[in-house]
């Protein structure tokens, strides 16, 4: 079935340095990729996405690159600040498809 | 606030009772969802609602039921759940275009943690 890979599963940085997390996905048909950010006691919220006619899209600190021939994706975060501390997800989903897929998330740290 | 609204936020109940979780938008959003969050796993999609049309996840136990009285509320009934359905239950809801055939993000709610003693 269609999967999404996320890795790291968790990411230990100093605050001022860059964060990058990967994901890869399975259905070649995917054509929706967006990103959450998920802080303790609350829900997932998205933070970027980006289209498949799009290779790269960017949002102050936070960029995502996708790489459609590699079935690639990649968040950056650049001058990481303590408030990034969170769990980020990436997920897949096809047009008109009812189902997104869900990497299994990465626990980023950035330590002050 | 997020925009959706999950009640309540903390659950405990014992494996014979019977409970409903309530979520509610008013985002003008067409389409409602019901994750489970279980600690590290992926997200499960466990039901969809869309334009009147209901998707479900086929290993979902039937312990779980859900109801979508209108694009607005959505319900997840449980009854006779086992401590393995502890968990963090989420409802989000988006944008569907379908004759543009484009997705969009969800506005997830900040769900409700639920465990079965």
């Known amino acids: 079935g269609e999967n999404v890979e996320q890795h790291p599963s968790t990411l230990s940085v100093q605050e001022g340095d860059s964060a990058v997390i990967k994901c890869t996905y399975s259905?070649?048909?995917?054509?929706?990729f967006p990103w959450y950010k998920q802080e303790l006691g609350k829900g997932p919220q998205l933070i970027i996405d980006?289209?498949?006619?799009?290779g790269e899209k960017k949002d102050q600190r936070i960029a995502v690159t996708l790489n459609k021939t590699a079935k690639h994706f990649s968040l950056h975060i650049t001058e990481t600040q303590p408030e990034d501390s969170a769990v980020y997800f990436c997920?897949?989903?096809?047009?008109?498809?009812?189902?997104?897929?869900f990497g299994a998330g990465t626990r980023l740290f950035v330590k002050a | 606030e997020t925009g959706v609204t999950q009640t309540p936020r903390h659950l405990v109940m014992g494996m014979t009772n019977k409970k409903s979780l309530k979520c509610e938008q008013h985002?003008?959003?067409?389409?409602m969802y019901w994750y489970k969050q279980s600690a590290k796993k992926p997200l499960e999609l466990m039901f969809v609602?869309?334009?009147?049309?209901?998707?479900e996840n086929n290993s979902v136990p039937s312990r779980f039921s859900p109801e979508c009285p209108n694009s607005s509320h959505l319900f997840l009934h449980l009854h006779t759940l086992q401590p393995e359905d502890s968990a963090l239950y989420l409802c989000?809801?988006?944008?569907?275009?379908?004759?543009?055939?484009?997705?969009?993000?969800?506005?997830f709610g900040s769900g409700t943690r639920l465990t079965v003693v």
């Open positions: 985002l003008g959003h067409n389409a």
């Open positions: 989000a809801s988006s944008l569907r275009d379908w004759q543009g055939g484009a997705n969009y993000g969800y506005t």
């Open positions: 997920a897949a989903s096809r047009g008109r498809g009812l189902k997104t897929i």
């Open positions: 980006i289209r498949s006619n799009v």
């Open positions: 609602y869309s334009l009147e049309e209901r998707v």
């Open positions: 259905d070649s048909a995917s054509n929706y």
